[in-house]
């Protein structure tokens, strides 16, 4: 019946759909994974159940068999406690690997207990056969195990029942025959269910994943398919950057020196004529072998590229190409020789097709190579093979790189502003050209030492097989009946031949100075030689031109000689055109110098970007001559109106600042003229009460004789206190009229210390209680000054310095302290303030004897206190120092030179 009813099941399924037939070893193994994963889950699941569900029983056991339910509790405890252990089983390395061995016990372990149960209590009367049945009922649900464990388990199930059925006492009465079929009847029922449930799911599930997995199989095909279209759309997108590039610039340079000949009072026979047609011809065959290359990859492409061998004598068509590779090599000092064994001689080969693949390896292997290295060129026979090795000393190639340097238009340096130029086509083109003759191309690289590229060709002894394989479809005959073919073959090698090199000697320019003159200055900005010669004698005449080779140069050259116009090819090595805006817009000189682009793309995404990156203009190749000075001329005029604005502007905002420090200078005169007028008068009338208090003092002295012994020594002492106060009102009244009569400023020689100690006088009620002041002036030293101003000096750095003492840490060392202190050294005499302040902070050096400048909060400090002592003491022909370390210190040292005070006028 089980068999019957899962051949049912089965064929309910379409055949097709059962990937279980399919032989794909990555299917199976991941499908087993899945499964591994999958028991693990519903393991650790059903021993949980177990677990939990096993001792729950006991509430049954003490309604339905109350006497049993205390031996029943134990089993049950038993059969969970097995169970944990198979849970800790599920977490070990061990359990993973034999997991399908932990699968059964899980369910055996409890159907197990039951059948106990049932045997104890009635055996084929008890109601606990129920309790089999949630087995089974659990391992079709949880478990979902293969159909023949599930017949296994169901099966075992079963026969445990029987066994308790038959172990069970003898009961009375005892159990009729239709009870024992009515059990097993819904047991064994159970069971098929069970079995043919989990066979239907075990088919849908591997039918699930077999989709899930072709699902993830297709995604991962798509996404891979996805990742190449963007790698070829990039592929393309380089393309057609470096095709426009390796076009256009030579198409500018045949057509802009043609519109120069074009004009008129042109002459052909000029020495500047003879140059243009030199590069127009020279970027003609430039043109000519770009177009040639990509015709040999389309028809090999088409497959309609034709093989034509002819006897080679291979010693003499080695040495020519060598030696017309030869000149590239010693421009760029490096050594290039050949080497071709004896047994080597004629051979029947494609003699276009085999110089043009080994011009191409000469040519990269000169080409990356550094100066002072070897190229070698190596010829012999192999066997039946005919090879020749190109190896050089160059910088190599990586490993990982080297399986794509055959690709079409694969490049190792994709960036615009690589040092080597091309559009990649070299090496796939030497590839196809071999192996269309049936020979092979190898490649040998280790990075920083060097490469060698092999060719083999088949060795087909020359004559014997001299034969011409015809295109498949061929091309139509030009109409070039009026040309000579040889003339025109001769045209198709040379341009084979023209070197894809830059000249190293073009590429070095002289050593460029400033010269003054007239004419705006130019930078141009280009790694084509024959751009640099072109565009520089079209821009001499109204131009002073400077010239670059690379971007890194330009960027130099720019700040160095800072010019009025910049105009920069875009794809240079070094830096591209984009990263020289950028760099120049990011330095405060060259930020305003216009830059022109020239680009071989007029996309609207190559003009964006550079104008994100600072550029102010574009011209795109192939470019007119016309447009080209109208361009320049405009930018020139209006970076030259700009700079004088600019001049302007810093003289305006100059001029204004003047103004601001001559007005803060006047109302400063002002107050100190109406502080003089206020105090002459204040001083007036002062001195007469001042006069009549010493005139009675006097008067009192006399009357202090008639006093006695006693009484006259107490009257003696309160006298001498008035007169000492009197005499410091008097002093007072003395410094004021000196600090508001300054006088017309006429250096004396001013007694130091007596003007420190007005100063002092001055501030007595901000230092006095506060402040330790240690005055060390020596007696009777003198400097040249003005004596008020002096002490106008000396008073602002006193307030200078109690300022700076109000804001020191209370946790800083040491009392708070002034310390005034002079001396001559040589020719200068020196005199110092010095504090204990937290100093002044390093970033503000600079800028203290500015006008208006002040580290203090708006409404404390003009900040033109400093300023004004710094004009005054220059005036006198002296300097104010600063030597301060912050958080420790500040010292003002006023320097005074000494021939001033020996001619300054003597004081009174």
């Known amino acids: 019946?089980?068999?019957?009813?899962?051949?049912?099941?089965?064929?309910?399924?379409?055949?097709?759909?059962?990937?279980?037939?399919?032989?794909?070893?990555?299917?199976?193994?991941?499908?087993?994974?899945?499964?591994?994963?999958?028991?693990?889950?519903?393991?650790?699941?059903?021993?949980?159940?177990?677990?939990?569900?096993?001792?729950?029983?006991?509430?049954?056991?003490?309604?339905?068999?109350?006497?049993?339910?205390?031996?029943?509790?134990?089993?049950?405890?038993?059969?969970?406690?097995?169970?944990?252990?198979?849970?800790?089983?599920?977490?070990?390395?061990?359990?993973?690997?034999?997991?399908?061995?932990?699968?059964?016990?899980?369910?055996?372990?409890?159907?197990?207990?039951?059948?106990?149960?049932?045997?104890?209590?009635?055996?084929?009367?008890?109601?606990?056969?129920?309790?089999?049945?949630?087995?089974?009922?659990?391992?079709?649900?949880?478990?979902?195990?293969?159909?023949?464990?599930?017949?296994?388990?169901?099966?075992?199930?079963?026969?445990?029942?029987?066994?308790?059925?038959?172990?069970?006492?003898?009961?009375?009465?005892?159990?009729?025959?239709?009870?024992?079929?009515?059990?097993?009847?819904?047991?064994?029922?159970?069971?098929?269910?069970?079995?043919?449930?989990?066979?239907?799911?075990?088919?849908?599930?591997?039918?699930?994943?077999?989709?899930?997995?072709?699902?993830?199989?297709?995604?991962?095909?798509?996404?891979?398919?996805?990742?190449?279209?963007?790698?070829?759309?990039?592929?393309?997108?380089?393309?057609?950057?470096?095709?426009?590039?390796?076009?256009?610039?030579?198409?500018?340079?045949?057509?802009?020196?043609?519109?120069?000949?074009?004009?008129?009072?042109?002459?052909?026979?000029?020495?500047?004529?003879?140059?243009?047609?030199?590069?127009?011809?020279?970027?003609?065959?430039?043109?000519?072998?770009?177009?040639?290359?990509?015709?040999?990859?389309?028809?090999?492409?088409?497959?309609?590229?034709?093989?034509?061998?002819?006897?080679?004598?291979?010693?003499?068509?080695?040495?020519?190409?060598?030696?017309?590779?030869?000149?590239?090599?010693?421009?760029?000092?490096?050594?290039?020789?050949?080497?071709?064994?004896?047994?080597?001689?004629?051979?029947?080969?494609?003699?276009?097709?085999?110089?043009?693949?080994?011009?191409?390896?000469?040519?990269?292997?000169?080409?990356?190579?550094?100066?002072?290295?070897?190229?070698?060129?190596?010829?012999?026979?192999?066997?039946?093979?005919?090879?020749?090795?190109?190896?050089?000393?160059?910088?190599?190639?990586?490993?990982?790189?080297?399986?794509?340097?055959f690709d079409r238009f694969w490049q190792s340096d994709t960036s615009s502003h690589r040092k080597y130029q091309g559009v990649g086509i070299g090496l796939a083109l030497v590839k196809e050209l071999i192996e269309v003759q049936g020979g092979s191309v190898g490649l040998v690289s280790e990075l920083q030492k060097g490469s060698t590229f092999t060719l083999r060709l088949p060795w087909i002894t020359a004559g014997s097989a001299d034969v011409t394989v015809e295109d498949p479809e061929p091309e139509p005959a030009p109409e070039t009946a009026a040309v000579d073919p040889a003339w025109l073959a001769n045209l198709h090698r040379r341009a084979d031949l023209f070197p894809s090199i830059t000249s190293l000697r073009e590429s070095i320019r002289q050593v460029e100075t400033a010269t003054s003159g007239g004419l705006p200055r130019i930078l141009i900005a280009d790694d084509e030689p024959d751009m640099l010669r072109f565009l520089k004698s079209q821009l001499s005449s109204e131009f002073q031109v400077l010239e670059a080779v690379d971007g890194l140069q330009a960027t130099d050259k720019a700040t160095q000689f800072l010019p009025e116009v910049i105009l920069c090819d875009m794809m240079m090595p070094e830096r591209d055109g984009l990263e020289v805006c950028r760099e120049l817009r990011s330095r405060t000189a060259t930020r305003g110098i216009p830059l022109v682009l020239l680009t071989a793309r007029a996309d609207e995404e190559t003009k964006l970007r550079g104008l994100q990156a600072g550029a102010d203009d574009f011209l795109t190749k192939p470019f007119s001559g016309v447009e080209l000075h109208i361009r320049l001329k405009n930018l020139v005029e209006s970076h030259r109106l700009q700079r004088d604005l600019v001049r302007q502007k810093q003289v305006l905002e100059a001029t204004i600042e003047e103004l601001k420090e001559t007005e803060m200078q006047l109302v400063q005169s002002e107050k100190m003229a109406s502080l003089g007028r206020l105090s002459a008068g204040v001083i007036h009338e002062i001195n007469n009460p001042l006069n009549y208090v010493k005139t009675g003092l006097v008067v009192l002295g006399r009357q202090g004789g008639d006093l006695s012994a006693v009484a006259r020594s107490r009257f003696e002492m309160v006298l001498a206190d008035i007169n000492e106060g009197v005499d410091r009102v008097v002093r007072i009244v003395s410094d004021l009229r000196r600090f508001s009569h300054p006088g017309d400023g006429t250096v004396t020689a001013v007694q130091v210390g007596e003007t420190v100690e007005a100063a002092l006088r001055f501030l007595a009620a901000e230092w006095r209680g506060n402040v330790t002041v240690e005055n060390a002036i020596p007696s009777g030293f003198t400097v040249g000054a003005s004596s008020s101003r002096l002490l106008q000096v000396l008073i602002n750095l006193l307030q200078n310095s109690l300022d700076s003492l109000a804001t020191r840490s209370p946790d800083a060392e040491g009392v708070p302290t002034i310390r005034l202190q002079a001396r001559e050294e040589a020719t200068r005499a020196l005199v110092s303030v010095w504090d204990n302040g937290p100093g002044i902070a390093a970033s503000n050096l600079d800028k203290i004897f500015d006008p208006f400048f002040t580290t203090k909060d708006v409404g404390e400090g003009t900040g033109l206190g400093l300023s004004l002592c710094y004009r005054m003491v220059t005036e006198w022909g002296g300097r104010i120092l600063v030597n301060t370390e912050e958080g420790r210190f500040c010292e003002f040292l006023l320097e005074f030179p000494i021939e001033a005070k020996s001619a300054a006028v003597p004081t009174a």
């Not at 089980?2 to 379409?14: V, Y």
């Not at 991962?220 to 610039?249: V, Y």
């Not at 052909?268 to 011809?281: F, I, K, P, W, Y």
């Not at 050089?392 to 990982?400: A, L, Q, S, V």
Request: overall charge neutral; hydrophobic content about 45%.
């Open 1 to 405: 019946m089980i068999r019957a009813l899962t051949s049912i099941l089965r064929s309910a399924i379409p055949r097709e759909a059962d990937p279980a037939r399919a032989s794909d070893p990555e299917f199976r193994a991941a499908f087993a994974a899945e499964d591994l994963r999958e028991r693990l889950r519903i393991g650790k699941l059903g021993c949980l159940l177990v677990i939990l569900l096993m001792p729950l029983g006991y509430l049954l056991d003490a309604e339905v068999y109350p006497r049993l339910s205390e031996p029943f509790l134990g089993l049950r405890l038993l059969c969970s406690l097995l169970t944990c252990g198979l849970l800790a089983l599920h977490f070990t390395a061990w359990g993973e690997r034999h997991v399908f061995w932990l699968g059964p016990p899980i369910a055996l372990l409890p159907a197990g207990c039951i059948a106990v149960m049932i045997a104890v209590s009635n055996g084929v009367q008890s109601s606990y056969y129920a309790g089999l049945n949630l087995v089974l009922i659990a391992v079709n649900v949880v478990a979902r195990w293969t159909v023949a464990e599930s017949l296994g388990i169901t099966g075992a199930v079963v026969l445990m029942y029987l066994a308790a059925c038959l172990a069970a006492p003898v009961s009375e009465p005892p159990a009729s025959a239709a009870d024992r079929f009515n059990n097993l009847y819904f047991l064994s029922l159970t069971a098929v269910i069970v079995v043919a449930g989990n066979a239907l799911y075990n088919q849908l599930r591997l039918r699930e994943f077999a989709l899930r997995f072709q699902l993830n199989r297709n995604q991962a095909q798509l996404e891979a398919n996805n990742r190449k279209l963007r790698e070829l759309d990039e592929i393309k997108g380089r393309f057609f950057a470096n095709i426009s590039h390796e076009l256009r610039t030579p198409l500018t340079l045949l057509l802009a020196p043609l519109e120069a000949l074009r004009r008129p009072g042109a002459r052909l026979g000029s020495e500047e004529s003879a140059g243009h047609l030199q590069t127009m011809h020279a970027n003609g065959l430039r043109l000519l072998k770009l177009i040639n290359d990509l015709l040999d990859l389309v028809r090999l492409e088409s497959g309609r590229m034709a093989v034509r061998r002819e006897s080679v004598a291979v010693p003499e068509f080695i040495a020519g190409i060598v030696e017309s590779a030869r000149k590239f090599a010693e421009d760029r000092r490096i050594h290039l020789h050949r080497e071709i064994a004896e047994t080597v001689g004629a051979v029947s080969v494609d003699r276009d097709k085999l110089e043009k693949s080994l011009l191409n390896l000469l040519t990269n292997a000169i080409k990356f190579t550094p100066g002072g290295g070897t190229v070698t060129c190596r010829t012999f026979r192999d066997r039946d093979e005919l090879v020749i090795e190109v190896a050089d000393t160059g910088i190599g190639i990586k490993p990982e790189e080297q399986p794509r340097v």
